[in-house]
């Protein structure tokens, strides 16, 4: 990843962290240079997110330059998705438009998240029980978030690709103080990219293992948005079909909804123009 007119200095923890101060008119993320006027300067940290019985979360903290009065920003947090070998199925995903979005007056949080990415998988409870703990780590994730200076809690919202955005959809429905979700390419249901991809399942064993999922599913956890939640789909996207895409539209029929119909699983640009505007909308920001 490359940075232009930028100076780095690299530390660790909550205090005392990684800086990345951006006060350029280009930003290089995720291999995808894209131009957009500078409206305040940008800080970016290396962050260490503590959290109870687990690692601490890695993590990058996004925000304008300079001290804030209370209430004043808003709050965003970036959930990647996965896909190897790509090199941004990380934190690095969201990188470029969490700096743009900083720019108008939000701050940031893009933590590394780790379950299916480096996790084992069991084909029983164990996987529940690892969603579980992944889902209580962006919780954690998201407080820390609350917990920055000048973010105002009643303006925050949750940006997730592909599994991201299934964690983010179980975050979204259990923190009523977020206000706006954008849900990117994911998944009805864990079990079924579970048993398909890392698991091998017999289709007569899938029943029950679905059935372990209950109530955690994102398809079922999308409802309370209402009109805060925007929908993004790929036409040309290999793991995400109609009934899928269907299926949340039943969910949450005031969804706002995007196709793009030549686009492949990540997405690309045209998405990204329209999620960054519809975002800035939800929290105020201009």
Known sequence: MRFSSRTIALTLGLAACATLVVGATAVAG?????SHPTHQAVVVQ???IPVPGQAPVSAWLVRPSGASRPHTLAGVLYLHWLEP???NQNRSEFLDEAVQVAEHGAVAILPDLTFPWTGDFFGDKRDVDSVRAQEF????AYRALLAQPGVDPHRTAVVGHDYGSMYGALLAAAEPGIRAEVFMAGDAT???WFALYFLGLDDADVPAYHALFAGLDPVDNVARM???LYLQWAGKDPFI??????AFSAAD???KVSLYDHAGHFLEQPAKDDRIPWLLGQLGLS
């Open 46 to 48: 290396e962050i260490s």
């Open 190 to 192: 864990w079990s079924n």
């Open 30 to 34: 995720a291999g995808h240079p894209t």
């Open 226 to 228: 209402h009109d805060h």
């Open 253 to 255: 029929p005031q969804a």
């Open 85 to 87: 070998p790509a090199s």
């Open 137 to 140: 780590a962006v919780r954690t």
């Open 241 to 246: 079909d109609a009934s899928v895409r269907d």
